[in-house]
């Protein structure tokens, strides 16, 4: 497996290793945020507004590449990673289970979302400096991995770490991923600064036109509207699968939870899939439109599936499918975008997350009205939304040809 050749290079493990660290904290930071504002509050709305104020400077930023640009840089990351340790482990300190800890919970629920909004982008546009040209492809597996282990793993540790400590400390466990993520970069950008590469070398990243990017782009403008339509359909089984699983199958929160692992080891099953196809036949700059829209196409298909799935069976075997579905997804666009110049790829990185993150604030805002109405109809309804639109984009990417550059 090529994963294992690529993490022989001591920067590719050492990033690897902290960035797995570092998902796996924000898993536990998300849990306790959500658990310590409900059990302040006893409010499920107020749950939501947290997740919608840690989406806000996704969208804000998207617009703003001169300053995005300005944290391009290995050591750039490392300061804004140990900021993020300094807010997580500041909370513990200041909360309390009143209205001032609910504001402060949400102002740093903010101030990390911001950090974050600045990190996530330009990691992505610098993972390519640590590979060759033909390994970007199972590079961006690899860091995918990440996710899915997170996602496999984090139910279970959580769990287990909530028998011995609140939820308010697993803040301070998230703060020390973050350092230690932190620690990393600085390596990184000391390694690179000795080798005195190109990318240590220059400035802040030159700011890059959106619109003229996308106009010049179409192919890879088609596939950030696929994703923001996903993401908001995908709210409908974040918002409607409990209820649903409560209403037609009895199930509490023992059933939602074996969903969610079904989803996550799918996930990690589909990682190691395309990681062994990127094997065998790497990214085709001509068909990889067409491979993007046809995977969340089928997810579509299995979103709506689970509106009439009939047994419990049925909707593990769709939570598998979707989630093996995911990676594909995900590394086939970032490999594509690996192929731009990297100011492009910053701009294109920073349009994708707004339009995501966009699009998802919308569909958990949106949706519930339509879950408590009826919660089988939505799911039904939201899969043919994400079905019809990953249709018309694969039809585009049968009648479009890519330009230079990458689309």
């Known amino acids: 497996m090529r994963h294992v050749r690529l ?14 660290l570092s998902v796996l904290g924000d898993r536990l930071y998300a849990l306790a945020a959500m658990w310590v504002v409900y059990e302040a509050t006893g409010s499920s709305s107020r749950m939501g507004l947290v997740a919608a104020v840690e989406s806000l400077p996704y969208i804000a930023l998207g617009g703003a590449g001169t300053v995005v640009g300005r944290f391009s840089r290995w050591r750039s990351l490392a300061w804004l990673d140990t900021a993020r340790a300094a807010v997580a482990l500041a909370l513990p300190l200041l909360w309390s289970p009143d209205a001032f800890g609910f504001a402060l919970t949400l102002g740093l629920v903010l101030l990390l979302g911001t950090l974050g909004a600045l990190f996530d982008p330009n990691l992505g546009t610098l993972v390519p400096q640590l590979v060759t040209p033909d390994e970007v492809a199972q590079a961006s597996c690899l860091f995918d991995l990440t996710s899915r282990v997170a996602g496999v793993v984090g139910q279970g540790s959580a769990g287990a770490l909530l028998l011995l400590v609140s939820e308010v400390q697993l803040f301070t466990i998230d703060g020390l991923t973050f350092a230690v993520s932190a620690a990393a970069l600085a390596w990184l950008g000391r390694r ?20 003229r990017l996308l106009r010049e782009q179409r192919r890879t403008a088609t596939a950030i509207a696929v994703h923001a339509v996903a993401l908001f359909a995908s709210a409908v089984s974040t918002v409607g699968l409990p209820p649903l699983l409560v209403a037609r199958f009895g199930q509490g929160a023992a059933g939602y939870g074996l969903a969610l692992a079904a989803t996550a080891a799918g996930g ?21 439109l067409g491979t993007y829209c046809f995977a969340w196409a089928v997810s579509g298909l299995a979103l709506a599936g689970l509106g009439v799935a009939d ?14 579905l995911f990676p594909v997804c995900t590394v086939t666009f970032r490999a594509h975008l690996a192929r731009f110049a990297p100011p492009a790829r910053l701009r294109l990185l920073t349009v994708d997350q707004m339009a995501a993150h966009a699009a998802s604030v919308a569909g958990m805002l949106l949706l519930p009205f339509a879950v408590d109405a009826a919660p089988g109809a939505s799911f039904v309804a939201a899969g043919a939304l ?17 330009l230079p550059g990458g689309a």
């Open 7 to 20: 993490l022989r290079s001591r920067s590719v493990r050492v990033l690897w290793l902290s960035m797995t």
């Open 192 to 211: 690179t600064a000795r080798r005195k590469s190109a990318a240590a070398a220059r400035g802040p990243l030159p700011a890059v036109r959106a619109r």
């Open 268 to 288: 990690l099953a589909g990682n190691l899939l395309t990681g062994n196809t990127l094997t065998t036949r790497p990214c085709d700059e001509q068909n990889w």
């Open 311 to 324: 047994r419990m069976a049925a909707v593990i075997a769709l939570c598998i499918v979707t989630g093996l």
């Open 386 to 402: 994400l079905w019809c639109a990953a249709t018309a984009g694969w039809y585009l990417a049968g009648r479009t040809r890519p």
